[in-house]
């Protein structure tokens, strides 16, 4: 059974820091796409940055130079160093793990960024 959890989210004041951490189960970690997605209140769900399974980056521009994904196939674990935030960076985030033809999610961990 495949799960995916996030963990890492909560208040933050704007300027400030967050690390969000997604540890994955049940997948050959190290051959997944990984990803962090983003929902904000009424908004649609946002890719925000994802690191493949060569370790290629790449990230949406509303993050770049803010935000670092980083993999650990050892730990099977996933992390989203924030920096920066803005209030626009409040929303759900989603922990994904994909490769062709198959896609997996987490439940989410809210972040809140507070002007």
């Known amino acids: 059974q495949v799960q995916l959890v996030e963990s890492g989210g909560g208040l933050v004041q704007a300027g400030g820091s967050l690390t969000l951490s997604c540890i994955a189960s049940?997948?050959?970690?190290?051959?997944?796409?990984m990803a962090w997605y983003r929902q904000g209140p009424g908004k649609q769900r946002d890719l925000v940055a994802r690191v493949t399974s060569s370790g290629i980056t790449n990230y949406a521009d509303f993050v770049k130079g803010r935000f670092t994904i980083s993999r650990d196939n050892a730990k099977n674990t996933v992390d989203l160093q924030m920096n920066s935030v803005n209030p626009e960076d409040t929303g759900n985030y989603y922990c994904n793990a994909a490769k062709p033809g198959i896609s997996n999610w987490g439940r989410g961990t809210q972040v809140t960024v507070s002007s």
């Open positions: 049940g997948i050959t970690f190290s051959s997944y796409t």
